[in-house]
């Protein structure tokens, strides 16, 4: 299984980015993909996962303005993020739980200048 996220980049407090994420492989049709970020000096946190069924859930700092979605057809999971803030800057990798593995992609990173 491989992941590929992209979308990342440098954007100004009160803009908008999308990531995406490409999964690839063996992938069983029962699966939870998040996105995950690390700050610099900070431990990596979950940032919102979805479900196969379309289930999510999104950490408090981004509930309003980040919004994970899915299409299960093409294997793709996109973050969207709006009302980007100074304190949103990390490297935003996604995961893939499948068969009972973790499998994790490298990480884009998402700049947000004051």
């Known amino acids: 299984v491989q992941l590929q996220a992209s979308g990342g980049g440098l954007v100004q407090a009160g803009g908008s980015l999308r990531l995406s994420c490409a999964a690839s492989g063996s992938i069983s049709s029962d699966t939870v993909i998040g996105w995950y970020r690390q700050a610099p000096g900070k431990q990596r946190e979950l940032v919102a996962a979805i479900t196969s069924g379309g289930g999510t859930n999104h950490a408090g700092s981004v509930k309003g303005r980040f919004t994970i979605s899915r299409d299960n057809a093409k294997n793709l999971v996109y973050l969207q993020m709006n009302n980007l803030k100074p304190e949103d800057t990390a490297i935003y990798h996604c995961?893939?739980?499948?068969?009972?593995?973790?499998?994790w992609g490298q990480g884009t990173l998402v700049t947000v200048s004051s």
């Open positions: 995961k893939i739980e499948t068969g009972g593995y973790d499998y």
